[in-house]
Nanobody, 117 residues
Framework: QVQLVESGGGLVQPGGSLRLSCKAPRTILSVFNTWNMGWFRQAPGKQRELVASITTSRREDYIDSVKGRFTISRDNSRKTVYLQMNSLKPEDTAVYYC????????WGQGTQVTVSA
């Protein structure tokens, strides 16, 4: 079973910032650097969606609603993927997950992000 571990979520006011982290488990440390990775989110009553992705060559891609506000990055030496989220909006409220974007492994617990005044 392969599950990544997400962290960094919390309650933040509109306009605030959070930085999410996603650490690869031991079972995939040796291959982590070969996978294109993404951050996904799932809001209540909605399907999980891919929010941002980063390739092995560090090319980034974002959905329109987060462009200019979110930044995805990866540290291959630490086997970690990050999501810097700025100017947060209430509609960003969701559980955030990371996974590879080609053939997702088992989903982790995710980290809750709540944007509310």
């Amino acid at each position: 079973q392969v599950q990544l571990v997400e962290s960094g979520g919390g309650l933040v006011q509109p306009g605030g910032s959070l930085r999410l982290s996603c650490k690869a488990p031991r079972t995939i440390l040796s291959v982590f650097n070969t996978w294109n990775m993404g951050w996904f989110r799932q809001a209540p009553g909605k399907q999980r969606e891919l929010v941002a992705s980063i390739t092995t060559s560090r090319r980034e891609d974002y959905i329109d609603s987060v462009k200019g506000r979110f930044t995805i990055s990866r540290d291959n030496s630490r086997k970690t993927v990050y999501l810097q989220m700025n100017s947060l909006k209430p509609e960003d409220t969701a559980v955030y997950y990371c996974n590879n974007i080609a053939k997702p492994w088992d989903w982790g617990q995710g980290t809750q992000v709540t944007v509310s005044a």
